[in-house]
């Protein structure tokens, strides 16, 4: 059975960082894409930055480029979100997600296989 458990969300002040983990079990980690994605309040899910399974590539969304950082430790079977200068346009559910590829081929949540129940994190202005 596979688990993705997220932590490290929590209330933050505006232009400060926090890293989210997630830990992932009952799947062979390094065999996985995974992927940040968030949900604001009345919008749409939106992925948020992706890491192949090596760690080798990345991808990030526009709004975040330059301030977020993902990655990943395939020995323990983790990957994290690293995000500075946060706003409260960032305030959103933070989801983990795993798709069963060695590269980057989905950016939509529809393709993903695997999903955690997600952290919250609100940025106060």
């Known amino acids: 059975q596979v688990q993705l458990v997220e932590s490290g969300g929590g209330l933050v002040q505006t232009g400060n960082s926090l890293t989210l983990a997630c830990a992932a079990t009952?799947?062979?980690?390094?065999?996985?894409?995974m992927a940040w994605f968030r949900q604001a309040p009345g919008k749409y899910r939106e992925m948020v930055a992706a890491?192949?399974?090596?760690?080798?590539?990345?991808y990030k969304a526009r709004s975040v480029v330059g301030r977020a950082t993902i990655s990943r430790d395939n020995a323990k079977n983790t990957v994290y979100l690293q995000m500075t200068s946060l706003s409260p346009e960032d305030t959103a559910r933070y989801y983990c997600?795993?798709?069963?590829?060695?590269?980057?081929?989905?950016?939509?949540?529809?393709?993903?296989?695997?999903w955690g129940l997600g952290t919250q994190v609100t940025v106060s202005s």
């Open positions: 890491i192949n399974g090596n760690g080798g590539d990345t």
């Open positions: 997600a795993a798709d069963l590829a060695e590269s980057i081929v989905a950016i939509h949540d529809a393709e993903y296989d695997y």
């Open positions: 009952g799947l062979t980690f390094r065999d996985y894409t």
